[in-house]
Nanobody, 122 residues
């Protein structure tokens, strides 16, 4: 069972990135999948979650209006579209999955992937 976040990079403020969370060994469609980030010297921060049932989505306040989570079941992948990026968005971004996920905001997820670095220059 493995999760992998990808798609990070260096962008300028105002630009967009789409992160991907892919899985091997299990089906993401059966799980709630969440995105998190951690900036240097900062605590880990919850961003968004797409639930296993009906793909209901939740967002942290800072992510509403700029970030969009979605899933492609055929590709066994969950995406995080990030628009109008700001230097404060610079962090390592992680995805995580859990068959339940009800406590995603409190980092209670069973599977965690390695992160991908996002750097936003001003």
């Amino acid at each position: 069972v493995q999760l992998q976040a990808s798609g990070g990079g260096l962008v300028q403020a105002g630009e967009s990135l789409r992160l991907s969370c892919s899985a091997s060994g299990f089906t993401l469609a059966d799980n709630s999948v969440a995105w998190y980030r951690q900036a240097p010297g900062e605590e880990r921060e919850a961003i968004s979650c797409i639930m296993n049932k009906e793909s209901i989505t939740y967002y942290a306040d800072f992510a509403k209006g700029r970030f969009t989570i979605s899933r492609d079941n055929a590709m066994n992948t969950v995406y995080l579209q990030m628009d109008n990026l700001k230097p404060d968005d610079t962090a390592v971004y992680y995805c995580a999955a859990d068959q339940d996920g009800v406590n995603w905001y409190f980092f209670v997820m069973k599977y965690w992937g390695k992160g991908t670095q996002v750097t936003v220059s001003s």
